[in-house]
């Protein structure tokens, strides 16, 4: 299906002058988001996300590129023009980014008012909003009297208000629990699906990306490694750094310390078999059926991403040695890939185990 | 004229007292108003004009600021005898209460200024960048969301400036302003009256208390917290 982007990057560069250095914080990115869909946008600290989305509603300029939005040149607009395109791009932040000075039915109705809608109409739309995120009965309550998921839904329903077709959720669930952050996530698919709205959102936790996003792109020091639908993404991760995200995220592979703990009780031949595109998943009982062998996983996880399983199973093989080969053989029909660990005995590496990074290297995450 | 004796004669203190509350009142209040609406202007050009700011314009920033800095650390006491010339081509004399407002109005925007520039720095800037990102004009998003988010501590900031103003206008007694500060110097110092002068203390006290009163409970009604 090809479905026309609705925001296009295109050799798209954005330096930052710290002092006398220069900062490409954005590199050359060309990237296309879909109309309506659930984009996500992923990579470490100061990878360069943020800054790429605040240039699609140009709180940033660019400094060489183009972004079109929705059929309009963003990145030939001025301040007038802007103002217009900002109207049609909701936006919600890590910190909310509420007015503490006003209500909740107040914030919601600010973009309402910069907007000149009467008064009337504000009303009902607000009531029509509070109701959507299900606040209503908090109208009249301050920001400061709400938990952290009831600012976010406050945010929303205010990024929503102008009836935008994009919305840009710059970790909008960083600073929520894991619960909350399901509630949000739900929110955004409901706002996808029944409104339409196209949504691009930041995140450094794959579980979210895996939640909730159609696609996804990765972001390494500025430029966009890795990109597509996100189950291919998560099935065939081509970039060290993609990798070490969806490893982190789903630690279903084990690391070569748990492996050699693995291995205490489990001496004879290790299997990791990665599960994608399964289909039916892993029949487990077909691997070794007419054979002198036996299969038991030892290790490992399976989950959904993108609602198809998805997952890493670490098998233990043991019985006649020709009959473990054919085991390990049927396994690597079946299995997206297989990593042969080989026994206690001859142990061989994981080929695809990727190292976390250096604490040392790791920017800060707030 | 009255023997130099150490007491307070309701007769003859009283209605002297009450033309220098008055005349207090007047100068400060006039002043705070005044004064502390330029002075938000002026801070809020101060706040959109510095490095990274809405405005940003290093060089009105450097002139704004480099203002102030000149003329905050003068003693207000000199000030007043320096800016005479002024004082005289604005308000076309050098004595009284009009006279006394004038340098007290000069000096309280430059006070203001910092004070406002101050608050808005320390303020949010999360919901000037949440009002951009819908389609706010800079000076909305200044004045409609930011000012608003500030107001708290900018209240607090007033009622903290009210006791520098009334500082200000004692001192202004001193070039026939009147107010409790002159009548705390010629009915009381210069008479060997302390009683006189412990009365205006009080009075002093008392206003500062109200003042600060007021301010906090406004804070309060705006913040929400
Ligand atoms: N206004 C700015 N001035 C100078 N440098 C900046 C500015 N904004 C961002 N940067 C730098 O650009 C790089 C990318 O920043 P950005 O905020 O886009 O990263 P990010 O991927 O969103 O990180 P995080 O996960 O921490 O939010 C960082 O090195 C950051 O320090
Ligand atoms: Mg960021």
């Known amino acids: 299906?090809?479905?026309?982007?609705?925001?296009?990057?295109?050799?798209?560069?954005?330096?930052?002058?710290?002092?006398?250095?220069?900062?490409?914080?954005?590199?050359?990115?060309?990237?296309?988001?879909?109309?309506?869909?659930?984009f996500g946008v992923v990579g470490y600290s100061g990878a360069g996300k943020s800054t790429l989305v605040?240039?699609?509603?140009?709180?940033?300029?660019?400094?060489?590129?183009?972004?079109?939005?929705?059929?309009?040149?963003?990145?030939?607009?001025?301040?007038?023009?802007?103002?217009?395109?900002?109207?049609?791009?909701?936006?919600?932040?890590?910190?909310?980014?509420?007015?503490?000075?006003?209500?909740v039915a107040r914030n919601v109705e600010y973009p309402l008012r910069l907007a000149k809608v009467p008064k009337a109409q504000r009303r009902a739309r607000?009531?029509?909003?509070?109701?959507?995120?299900?606040?209503?009965?908090?109208?009249?309550?301050?920001?400061?009297?709400?938990?952290?998921?009831?600012?976010?839904?406050?945010?929303?329903a205010r990024a929503l208000a102008t009836s935008p077709n994009i919305l840009l959720a710059d970790e909008a669930t960083s600073a929520l629990d894991p619960e909350t952050t399901r509630d949000v996530l739900n929110l955004l698919r409901r706002i996808n699906r029944e409104l339409g709205v196209t949504i691009v959102l930041i995140t450094h936790e794959m579980s979210v990306v895996q939640y909730v996003c159609h696609r996804v792109a990765v972001m390494e020091r500025g430029k966009v490694v890795e990109h597509g639908d996100v189950y291919t993404v998560f099935a065939n991760p081509r970039e060290t750094a993609t990798r070490r995200f969806i490893q982190t995220a789903l630690n279903y592979r084990p690391s070569p310390e748990i492996v050699a703990r693995v291995r205490e009780r489990h001496p004879g031949r290790l299997v990791v078999a990665s599960l994608a595109d399964t289909g039916a998943g892993l029949d487990v009982s077909a691997l070794t059926s007419g054979l002198d062998a036996s299969a038991s996983v030892v290790f490992g996880g399976v989950t959904q991403v993108a609602d198809r399983p998805f997952g890493s199973l670490t098998l233990?093989?043991?019985?006649?040695?020709?009959?473990?080969?054919?085991?390990?053989?049927?396994?690597?029909r079946v299995a997206g890939a297989v990593v042969d660990l080989g026994t206690a005995a001859n142990p061989l590496p994981d080929v695809r185990w990727v190292e976390p990074r250096d604490s040392e290297d790791e920017v800060a995450t707030r | 004229m009255r023997p130099l004796t150490n007491d307070w004669d309701w007769a003859y203190h009283g209605p002297l007292l009450w033309t220098a509350i008055g005349q207090t009142l007047q100068m400060v209040l006039v002043t705070l108003v005044i004064g502390g609406l330029l002075g938000l202007g002026y801070g809020l050009a101060l706040y959109a004009t510095r490095r990274g700011g809405l405005?940003?314009?290093?060089?009105?920033?450097?002139?704004?600021?480099?203002?102030?800095?000149?003329?905050?650390?003068?003693?207000?006491?000199?000030?007043?005898?320096?800016?005479?010339?002024?004082?005289?081509?604005?308000?076309?004399?050098?004595?009284?209460?009009?006279?006394?407002?004038?340098?007290?109005?000069?000096?309280?925007?430059?006070?203001?200024?910092?004070?406002?520039e101050q608050n808005l720095v320390a303020a949010d800037p999360g919901v000037i960048e949440a009002a951009r990102a819908m389609g706010a004009s800079r000076f909305n998003a200044l004045i409609h969301v930011l000012v608003p988010e500030?107001?708290?501590?900018?209240?607090?900031?007033?009622?903290?400036?009210?006791?520098?103003?009334?500082?200000?206008?004692?001192?202004?007694?001193?070039?026939?302003?009147?107010?409790?500060?002159?009548?705390?110097?010629?009915?009381?110092?210069d008479r060997y009256n302390d009683v006189v002068t412990w009365v205006a203390v009080g009075v002093i006290i008392v206003m500062v208390q109200i003042a600060q009163h007021l301010g906090n409970t406004l804070a309060r009604r705006v913040l929400h917290r």
């Open chain 2, 150 to 189: 500030a107001l708290g501590p900018l209240i607090l900031g007033y009622a903290f400036l009210f006791v520098g103003v009334l500082d200000m206008s004692a001192m202004a007694g001193a070039i026939g302003a009147g107010g409790l500060g002159y009548f705390a110097i010629s009915y009381g110092y």
């Open chain 1, 126 to 156: 607000v009531a029509e909003l509070l109701e959507f995120v299900g606040l209503s009965d908090k109208a009249r309550r301050y920001p400061a009297q709400l938990s952290g998921g009831q600012k976010q839904r406050v945010g929303i």
């Open chain 1, 316 to 332: 233990e093989v043991a019985g006649a040695p020709a009959d473990v080969d054919e085991v390990v053989a049927r396994l690597g």
């Open chain 1, 54 to 103: 605040r240039l699609i509603n140009m709180l940033e300029r660019v400094d060489a590129g183009t972004i079109d939005v929705d059929g309009r040149r963003v990145t030939d607009l001025d301040e007038r023009g802007l103002r217009a395109l900002r109207a049609d791009i909701g936006m919600i932040f890590q910190q909310f980014n509420l007015f503490g000075g006003r209500t």
């Open chain 1, 1 to 38: 299906m090809t479905v026309e982007p609705i925001i296009t990057f295109r050799g798209v560069t954005k330096i930052f002058a710290t002092g006398k250095d220069q900062l490409r914080a954005v590199d050359d990115v060309d990237l296309d988001v879909r109309r309506g869909e659930i």
């Open chain 2, 55 to 116: 405005y940003a314009a290093g060089g009105v920033y450097a002139v704004l600021s480099f203002v102030v800095n000149l003329i905050r650390p003068i003693p207000f006491i000199i000030f007043i005898t320096a800016a005479r010339p002024l004082t005289i081509a604005v308000t076309g004399t050098s004595l009284g209460v009009r006279a006394a407002i004038f340098p007290m109005v000069i000096v309280t925007i430059m006070a203001t200024a910092r004070l406002v």
